[in-house]
Each structure stands twice: as C-alpha cells, then as structure tokens.
C-alpha cells in the first residue's frame, strides 16, 4: 500500500490548535508529514519545536502555501486552522486537487457559509476528492457503550452533553456544536436529519454559561456502512427499521479558558464523563465508580482519514459528504436562532 504524504496548515498549538496531534496520529497511522504551513517565523520556529518536542517529528515549516505546494508531492492536507479562515483554505486545496481532514465546523463566521459549505462540498465530490471533517466524538461510542451495555441497541429518546469551550456566544456554537450534532446523527443514522424548535438560555452578558434545547428529527434509514463509518464498526446500534421519533436534545456549554475541559455525554439520561489522566493523558468514561478506557477519539478519526487515503478510488464517500451538510444545515438554524433570526 501506497504512503500518502500530508502537510498540515495550522502547524501550532497555541489555543485550542491541533497540529501537533494530527500530525502525530497522522505518522502512526502510516502516514507521511513532510510540511507545515505557519503564520510568521516566530509561529513557524514555535511549531517546529512542538512537533520535535510533543511527537518527535521533523518536517519542513513554510510561510507561503503555493511555495510548499511547489515543492511538496502532497496527497491531502489538514486544515487545522481557526473555523473562519477554513473557506479560504478549502478553495486553496480544491484548486490544487487534494484531499482534505478539515477540522469542524467546516465553515463558519460567513453570512453565506451554508450555501458556501454546500458548494464546496459538491465541487470535492465532483472532482474525486475526499473531504473529511474532524468530528471526532462519535468515536467514543464504543466506549460509551462498554460503560453502558443495557442502552447498547436501545431506541434513543433523549440525549444531552455538556462541553467547555475556550469561545464564548457565536463562536461557542461554531466550535462546540459539531460534536453533540455528529453524535446524534451516529446514534440515529439517517437519510434526512434537522432540528426544529431550538431555545438558548443565558445568564451572562458574554453567554459564557449557554444552554440549549431543541428537537432532533430523522427520517430515512441510512445504509449500514453510512452508520458504520459515522461511529465506527461496533459504535452504535444500527436500527433495523428507521426510528423516526423526536429526540429531546439538551447540551450546556461552559466557557473554560484552560485545559483539560469538562466533557459529558448522555444517551436517554444515562451520563458518562470523560475523565484525563494528567501523568499521561490516558483518557476513560465514568460513571459513578465505574471506569472505562477510552482510546483517543482523535487518533481513530485520523486512522480513518488515512485509511481512506490509502483505499483505491473513488475515495469520495456520499455518506461522509450527507453527514457533512446535515451539520451545515442545522449549524446555520442554530447559529441564525442564537442572532434571533427567525429559522
């Protein structure tokens, strides 16, 4: 099998960044990482010594995309930079004929990024090529699942999660909201997902303590590999007739400026908390006493990206792309609702 060769744009972790995870996660599942892509030479010197420091990796930093592009045989690359800049670099990557892991939400901060979103879509898929984007946390279903045996195939009638992200107000919701949406749509495949009467609540002026509610409806079963790959082989149960009851979703964010950031999930009120291990950052689920290990949700959804780069073509994946615009479509009622716009 062939080994595909990935640059990275948005090398550093300064905030929230991922670079020099994806880029760990990218080599160890069979990858090449022969660039990144930084701001300025301070950012570029900084990110060289987190890679060489945090993953043990060497790679050329570059300043100019077309440069590296000039340079570098790549196959795909990982956008791993802030949401509002993703647009632009999804177009720079389209134009030049690779495949994509771009880090969610896939646009977001546009007026028009819906319709936007949806172009971009349909122009990936019309010329070949993968897009993928990192919702990493249907990942932790089996998991979930391994704390939770009695839900494992039972009908999901409520789900709930609590998230910290470092944003607050709309750029909370653009950075926080991916993951509950590409759980539910894992939990409850469908042909057809959206959300209807969403309600936000808050009672700070900067809304950093936000909370939401609103109504998942589906309709549709999807395919079983369309299920499978949206949560893994064994992540969720795959319903053999297509649930299309309402499910009450409820999520609370809670801006946190630091790591590690509280995270929870709950599947019709049973909770698990994700739980780091500071001396090696080894993830579990809890649930009151009980514990169970968590693989890295990241390095899974990387595992998958390059898997998919190594598969023979057609690489496009019309499950990946459906799921991609259900969380653009309700991405954008949710952001409009939070303006209050009407939906």
Known sequence: MRVPRVG???????????????????????????CFLATSEASLAAAAEQWKAGAGLRARGYLDADAMLSEQALDAVAI??????????????????????????????????????????????????????????????????????????????????????ASTGSAAIGDALSHPLSLLQALRPAARAWIEEPRFSTRDADASQLALAFRWHTAGAATVAGASAAGGASAAPLPAVADESPVEVMVELSTSPGQPREASLAVNGFWAHRLIRTSDYALFFASGARLVDLPDPLQLRVQRFVAALRADRPRVSVDENLRILQRLQALDLLGRSFSGQTP
């Not at 990275?8 to 022969?34: C, H, K, M, S, Y």
Request: charged fraction near 15%.
């Open 8 to 34: 990275i744009i948005g090398a550093r972790r300064a905030r929230q960044g991922l670079g020099p995870f994806v880029a760990r996660w990218l080599t160890a599942a069979g990858a090449q990482v022969p």
């Open 80 to 165: 791993l930079t802030p949401s509002p800049s993703h647009r632009a670099w999804l177009e720079w990557a389209l134009a030049a004929g690779l495949d994509v892991l771009c880090d969610k939400p896939l646009v977001w901060g546009a007026p028009n990024d819906l319709a936007a979103g949806h172009a971009l879509v349909a122009d990936f898929a019309a010329r070949g090529l993968l897009l993928m984007e990192n919702c990493q946390w249907p990942e932790t279903l089996p998991a979930f699942f391994a704390l939770h045996p009695a839900l494992r195939g039972a009908p999901l009638r409520r789900f709930a999660m609590r998230l910290a992200p």
